[in-house]
């Protein structure tokens, strides 16, 4: 049976918001006494959850409360949540960059982290001093360090540059240079955040490979990402991280579901309030009043599998006469790229629409060809020149869960740019 290396018991964090200060002497004085009676902080009892989108009162935020979990030796564990669920403050918390606020936290074995670009690398010193400089933080000889230092270098892939000062690096340059020191330098643990993002597709590939080859050689990995099929293909358990809690720990293919069905329903789709932003040319001729999403058995959902059928169905209100009426939809992935284009302008036949008083339905099915993620919905209906009648962005998302059989052939493919979605878009008055 594998023995636990990772123990993290009922562990919190609490910030102050705003200008750090030492507070007030009353403060400072019900702190200590406290403290001389044993008793908790009484400040800790101001704390809010971490909800980023909330306004609060409070002066004082937990941006981790009661988080509890173990890991095992040689295990993958995935971390995922929201920006601002806590990711990266349980990270440092167990890279001792800060003190838990309370509970504990019990580590076994030598430790590397990567937190972010160029993490414990001095920017006056070029590659090579780093890479010695690293190794001696972990506690390694120069001659351990030496007989990895070729090879560190040639994954890397900065050998013409590895007596440049690194401050001179860009990103790129810096997180190969940084992850390759933290794979090879033999940690027991090895805890990595986001910043394989930084990397180019090949180096992704690389960096993956080395994870899975340090789990299989016992070695311990905390992998924070945003990209689900990583997550996927190296861990089989996960936590998720929610307003600073821990709100579903299991199997990573549950755990990411739950995730993406989260992130889905954030954008709800239904009738379109009159006070959602709206972006008009001429809002007197045609108004959007809902959009709803189905999936291909008909149902009304918001979370659909690769390569499955999504159908949008779009209602508007016809206000006066117009006969160059043509609607686009477009989808943008999570960090606002705007993604893929479908548009009435798309037929052959009838490409620009004429239509009378009264409401006007459109039923699109895209072919999906989008990978796991989460895409937000935005509809525009305008004229034949481009003049918005009316535009309601981001007012739904839907979330794309599952790889299935495709997983392993495309487990690191991206949608970059525009993607052309085939669809069938029909037109009807109501």
């Keep these: ?17 705003g200008q750090v200060g030492a507070g007030t002497l009353a403060q400072d004085m019900s702190r200590m006494i406290a403290r001389m009676r044993g008793q908790e902080d ?70 590397a982290s990567l937190l972010e670009v160029g993490t414990g690398f001095h920017p006056e010193l070029t590659g090579r001093e780093n890479v010695f400089l690293n190794g001696a933080i972990m506690g390694m000889r120069k001659y351990e360090i030496k007989k990895l230092f070729d090879e560190i270098v040639d994954f890397a892939g900065v050998e013409r540059y590895i007596d440049t000062p690194v401050k001179r690096y860009s990103s790129g340059m810096y997180v190969r240079l940084a992850f390759a020191v ?8 090895m805890i990595i955040d986001e910043v394989l993002a930084v990397g180019d597709a090949e180096f992704q590939r690389k960096c993956l490979g080395k994870m899975e080859d340090a789990a299989g050689n016992g070695r311990t990995v905390l992998f924070v ?8 293909r190296l861990c089989q358990r996960s936590l998720l991280l929610e307003k600073g809690g821990l709100r579903m720990e299991g199997p ?11 992130g889905a ?55 006066k006469p117009c006969d160059d009426v ?29 239509v009378q008083p009264g409401r006007i339905r459109f039923e699109a099915i895209l072919e999906q060809r989008l990978l796991p993620g989460i ?29 299935g059989e495709h997983g392993e052939k495309y487990p690191w493919a991206r949608p970059i740019g525009w993607v052309n979605i085939p669809a069938t878009i029909n037109v009807q008055m109501l």
């Design 42 to 111: 009484p400040t800790l009892k101001l704390g809010e959850t971490n909800d980023r989108t909330a306004k609060s009162n409070s002066d004082y935020a937990w941006a981790l409360r009661d988080v509890s979990f173990e890991v095992k030796e040689g295990e993958v564990l995935g971390i995922v949540g929201r920006n601002g669920a806590g990711k990266s403050t349980l990270l440092k918390l167990l890279s001792r960059v800060t003190l838990p606020t309370e509970g504990n936290i019990r580590m076994r074995g030598r430790m």
């Design 225 to 232: 990402s945003h990209n689900m099929a990583a997550v996927r």
């Design 265 to 319: 329903a954030t954008g709800t789709f239904g009738i379109i309030p009159d006070a959602y932003p709206r972006n008009s040319y001429n809002k007197d001729c045609i108004r959007l009043t809902s959009i709803h999403a189905y999936n291909q058995e008909a149902a009304s959902t918001t979370v659909f599998k690769y390569h499955e059928a999504l159908k949008l169905v779009i209602d508007a209100d016809v206000l």
């Design 375 to 403: 895409y937000t919905v935005c509809v525009d209906i305008m004229n034949d020149k481009g003049y918005a009648y009316d535009s309601v962005q981001g007012f739904g998302q839907v979330s794309v869960e599952s790889f």
């Design 252 to 262: 990573t293919g549950d755990v990411v579901n739950e995730y993406l069905r989260g």
């Design 1 to 17: 049976m594998a023995k636990t290396v990772i123990q993290v018991e009922q562990v919190g964090k609490l910030y102050r918001l």
């Design 326 to 354: 043509v609607l686009n939809i477009s989808l943008m992935n999570d960090n606002d790229e705007r993604l893929s284009l479908t548009s009435t302008m798309d037929r052959q036949e009838n490409q620009k629409i004429s």
């Design 182 to 189: 933290a794979a090879h330098l033999s940690p027991e643990i």
